[in-house]
Nanobody, 125 residues
Framework: QVQPVESGGGLVQAGGSLRLSCAAPGRTFSTYTMGWFRRAPGKEREFVAAISWTGGRVYYRDSVKGRFTISRDNAKNTVYLQMNSLRPEDAAVYYC??????????????????WGQGTQVTVSS
C-alpha cells in the first residue's frame, strides 16, 4: 500500500502558479494510478486530474485543461500538479489519491483506495 503526503499549497494571486507535490513512499508506487481531487468550502470533493502508472495517460477535468499539468516521477515516488493561471475558483483543499488499477473511470472518487490529508490552496483576486 501507499500513504500519500501532499505539499506545496499556499497563497497565490490570481494568474499565478503553484506546484503541488505528493510523495507516496513504497516499492509499489509505480503500480498505482495517481489522482488529484479538491474540495472547496461548501462543495463536494471533485476530480482534478489523474495519471496512469507510467505517465502515458493523463486525465483532467475540463475547467483545468490547458492550465494544470499532472506528472509523476516513479524514481522519486512522487506525483506533481503544476497549476498555472490560477483563478479564485481554484481555491480549495487539494488531495492526492492512489488506486492500484489501470482501469477507470479515474474521475470516480470511490475508486481510490488511499488518500492524503490535503494541502490548502488559496487564490486571491
Amino acid at each position: 500500500q501507499v500513504q500519500p503526503v501532499e505539499s506545496g499549497g499556499g497563497l497565490v494571486q490570481a494568474g499565478g502558479s503553484l506546484r503541488l507535490s505528493c510523495a507516496a513512499p513504497g516499492r509499489t508506487f509505480s503500480t498505482y494510478t495517481m489522482g488529484w481531487f479538491r474540495r472547496a468550502p461548501g462543495k463536494e470533493r471533485e476530480f482534478v486530474a489523474a495519471i496512469s502508472w507510467t505517465g502515458g495517460r493523463v486525465y483532467y477535468r475540463d475547467s483545468v485543461k490547458g492550465r494544470f499539468t499532472i506528472s509523476r516521477d516513479n524514481a522519486k515516488n512522487t506525483v506533481y500538479l503544476q497549476m498555472n493561471s490560477l483563478r479564485p475558483e481554484d481555491a480549495a483543499v487539494y488531495y492526492c489519491a492512489a488506486v492500484r488499477s489501470g482501469s477507470g473511470p479515474f474521475d470516480y472518487r470511490p475508486l481510490y483506495d488511499y488518500w492524503g490529508q490535503g494541502t490548502q490552496v488559496t487564490v486571491s483576486s
